[in-house]
C-alpha cells in the first residue's frame, strides 16, 4: 500500500515529468530547416544588380514531414529566382525557376532524392524610401519559408542588406569619419559637446537626405573633435610643464638650502 508521503513523491515527480515535456516542447525549433551555406551581399549599390545563393539542409527532421514546399519573397526588383535540388552525392536532381518578388510551390520532396536545396536570386537593388544612421538602412534580399499541406507555414530564415546611392555612402563616410574623431577625443577626456551638436545636426541632415549638407557638418564635427582633442592634449602638457618647473623649483630650492647649512657649518668650524 502507497503511504501518502510516497503518493505525493510520485506526484511530485510526474509533475516535473510533465514540466520537462512541455518545456522540451516549447524549446524545439518551428522549422526543421537548416542554413548549410549562404552568399549574401552585405551592402549594395541602388539600382546595381546583385545576386545571392543559400542552401538549405537537414531537410526532413521531422518523420512525418517528408514533403513540404518552399516559398520566398524579396524587395528585389526584376527578379528570378532559381531553385535547384541536390542528393546526397551532390549531383542536381532538379531545377526550377520563378519571376517575381515572391514564389511558393516549389516541392521539397524525399522520395525524390533531394537531400539539399539551393537558392539563387538575382536582382536589382531597391530605391531607398527613408535613410537612417544607426542602424544603417536596409532591405530584405530574400526571405524563405516552409510551408506545409494544409496551410501551415514557419520561417526559415531572412537575410537583409543595406543599400546606398554615391551620395549617401560619401555622407556616411564623413559621418563614420566624425563618429571615430569624437569617440577618441572623448576618451582622452576632451570636452565633445560642440562636436556633438554639429554631429547631431549632420545625422538629421543625413536621414533627411541632404547629403551634401550631411557631408560639410560631419566635417565640422570632425574638425571641433580632433581641435578638442588638441586642446585637451596641450592642457595635459601645460600642467606636465608646470608640474615639472615645481619639481625643478623644489630640487633648487633644496640644493640651495643645502649649501647654505654647509656654508653655516664651515664659519662654524
Known sequence: MMTK??????????LA?????????????????SVG??????????????????TLT?????????????????????VTWTVTYIDQTGAKVGQESFDGQTFDGAAVVA??????????????????????????QSFTVMALSQTRQGGSSNAVDEWTATHYTESSRSAREALDAARAAIDSAEGSGASVGEAEEAFGNAVDAY?????????????????????????????????????GLVVLGLLAGGVLYWRSQQDSYDKLG
Open 111 to 136: 522520395d525524390n532524392g533531394t537531400a539539399e536545396v539551393e537558392v539563387r536570386i538575382t536582382g536589382t537593388v531597391p530605391e531607398v524610401t527613408e535613410y537612417a544612421y544607426d542602424p544603417a
Open 5 to 14: 508521503t510516497s503518493w505525493n513523491r510520485s506526484f511530485s515527480a510526474a
Open 207 to 243: 536621414e533627411s537626405g541632404n547629403f551634401d549638407l550631411a557631408t560639410n557638418l560631419a566635417e565640422e564635427a570632425e574638425s571641433r573633435a580632433n581641435s578638442a582633442q588638441q586642446s585637451n592634449q596641450l592642457f595635459q602638457y601645460a600642467l606636465y610643464a608646470v608640474g
Open 17 to 33: 515529468l510533465a514540466a520537462l515535456l512541455v518545456l522540451s516542447t516549447l524549446a524545439a525549433p518551428a522549422a526543421a530547416v
Open 37 to 54: 551555406s549562404e552568399d549574401v551581399p552585405g551592402d549594395a549599390q541602388v539600382g546595381s544588380q546583385v545576386t545571392a545563393t543559400v
Open 58 to 78: 537537414e531537410l526532413y527532421r521531422n518523420p512525418q514531414l517528408e514533403e513540404w514546399q518552399l516559398a520566398g519573397e524579396t524587395e528585389l526588383t526584376d
